[in-house]
């Protein structure tokens, strides 16, 4: 098994970024029976998903197409995993998840990571996509930490790819 560990604010989204989709409008899809109040409205790009950075994403997967996705973002406490593979579902990128990590006392993004892996020793290999800098040393060679401003680049999708695909093909 190949994990992609997902965080979402900084990779998928960026400060800097002009193409994003407000996550009021995630909120009507991936909930349309819920009335959305607004708690979670900005006028800042790390709020939502740019479809620049999701067909980013979609390279990886497209690349190493037994690739499982694994939820390590604080979306995870937002959202339901369905609820937003539906709304990617209506932009265009299939994605199931395979999970989410467990949460923490301290929220440490890497903790949380080694004890997913801990549950999951079938893992063959795995990548962090992380742009924070919460991650344990024993980590750092499975992480790709793009740019908060950007988001994932396309030198994070080749990084990504790459360390996928160590041990085997
Ligand atoms: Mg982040």
């Known amino acids: 098994m190949r994990t992609i560990f997902l965080d979402i604010d900084g990779v998928l989204n ?4 002009k193409d994003w989709i407000p996550v009021d409008e995630i909120m009507a899809v991936a909930f349309p029976d ?5 708690a979670f409205g900005s006028t800042k790009g790390m709020t939502g998903f740019c479809p620049s950075l999701l067909a980013r994403l979609s ?3 497209k690349a190493v197409p037994d690739a499982e996705v694994v939820l390590s973002s604080s979306w995870r406490k937002r959202f ?3 609820g937003i593979e539906r709304w990617l579902a209506e932009r265009g990128l299939q994605l199931k998840f395979a ?19 801990e549950d999951h020793p079938e ?3 795995f ?11 024993s980590l750092k060679s499975h992480w790709v930490q793009p740019d908060c401003r950007t988001g ?3 030198k994070d999708v080749e990084d990504a790819i790459r360390i996928l695909r160590r041990n085997g093909s």
């Open 127 to 137: 990548v962090i996509l992380e742009d924070g800098s919460d991650i344990s040393p």
């Open 123 to 125: 893992v063959q290999s």
């Open 14 to 17: 960026g400060d800097g970024t």
């Open 34 to 38: 819920v009335p959305f109040v607004g």
């Open 59 to 61: 390279r990886i997967l």
């Open 152 to 154: 994932l680049s396309d």
């Open 80 to 82: 339901s995993l369905e």
């Open 99 to 117: 999970g989410s990590t467990p949460l923490s006392f301290n929220g440490h993004r890497g903790h949380e990571i080694c004890d997913w892996l």
